[in-house]
Structures are given as C-alpha cells and as structure tokens.
C-alpha cells in the first residue's frame, strides 16, 4: 500500500481548491493500492514559522504530527491556488518547518485558478522549493483553469479531461514512488 499525503494549501473563506483536493482524494481512493490522506492547512492552522522542526524545542502544536506524516509518506500532491503569481504564504510557511522528511520523495503538484492559465506561475515557484527540498518533482502536472465552472462545490470535474490528466499524473506518481520504495 503506498500512503500518499495530499496538502491543500488554501485556506481562504470560500476558498475553491477545496474542490480540486476533494477531487483529487475522490481520485486516489478509486485507484488501487493506495492508502490516501488530506492535510487541509486551515485546520491544521499552524503558526508563523520560526524555526525548523527539529531547532524548536517543544515543536508548535501539529507540526511534529505533520513531519511523521510527510517523513512516512511514499508520496505527495500539493494543491495549490496561485496568489499573485506565486503560491500562498500559508503553504510556504507550512513547507518551510521541514527539510530532510521531503528528501526523494515523488511530489505532484495540482494548482488552481480562477483564471484562464491553471496557477503556471505558482507551479513554477513550487517546482524551485521542492527541488531546493529534495524531492522529486514528478513531470504530470494538473493546472485548473476557470475552477468555478470546471468543478462542482462537491468537488466533480465539471470537464471530464481533468478525469484522465489525473488519473494519469496518479498512474505516474504511483509508478514513481513503488520504484523509489524499492
Ligand atoms: C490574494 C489573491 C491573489 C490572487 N492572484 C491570482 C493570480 O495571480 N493568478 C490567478 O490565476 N489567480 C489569482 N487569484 C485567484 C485564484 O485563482 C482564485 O481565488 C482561485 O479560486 C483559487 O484560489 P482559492 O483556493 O483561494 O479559491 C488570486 C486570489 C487571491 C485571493
């Protein structure tokens, strides 16, 4: 069974990536042999980081809980809005509390906008973090363009092409990560 961690990193009223992670976890619970989990950043609420897990004695409430879970994971998918042409502060200061739990491990990265071109621009920042961190960046990737009309508020790909890209980009990182275990 490979444990796979799913990271939504919107926390905003009303956010619209909750739909894509809903989707994205609906994906990996059809696929076989996969053992999925969501961390959802609003609830986990952690605070301003100040030092690494590991340089702070006692660690913050939840982030030694998020270390073992990523350190354990055989794999990650980060979803993410685009702010601004970057990712959020939010899911930056969650990522930066740890170092060595990411080191090869296979990372897919979903990021979502309202807009027309899929958070490109926070797909690229994210690329340069998780490189810098040690992890495998798989090359399937899942933009979402126009979220409130491509998925439904239960979280349903309103166009089915989003159906095959993901189970495809899950195919990839599943074939990734059961090399990497061995
Ligand atoms: C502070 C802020 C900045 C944003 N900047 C961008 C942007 O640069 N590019 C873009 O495509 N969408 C941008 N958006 C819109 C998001 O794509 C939109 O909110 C989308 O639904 C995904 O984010 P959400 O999960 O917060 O809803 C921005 C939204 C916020 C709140």
Known sequence: ???VLVILGSVRCGRMSERVATFVMNRLAAAEGISAELVDLAVLDLPI???RLGRID???PGVADLGAKIEVADALVIVSPEYNH????VLKNALDYFYAQYKRTPVALVTVSNGGHGGVN???QLVTVFVQLGAIVLPATIAVSNVEKTFSPEGEALD????KRTDRMIDDLVWLATRLKD
């Open 1 to 3: 069974m490979l444990k």
């Open 49 to 51: 980081m100040e030092e």
């Open 58 to 60: 006692p660690p913050p």
């Open 86 to 89: 970057g990712y959020p502060g």
């Open 122 to 124: 926070a797909w690229a």
């Open 160 to 163: 089915p092409a989003y159906v």
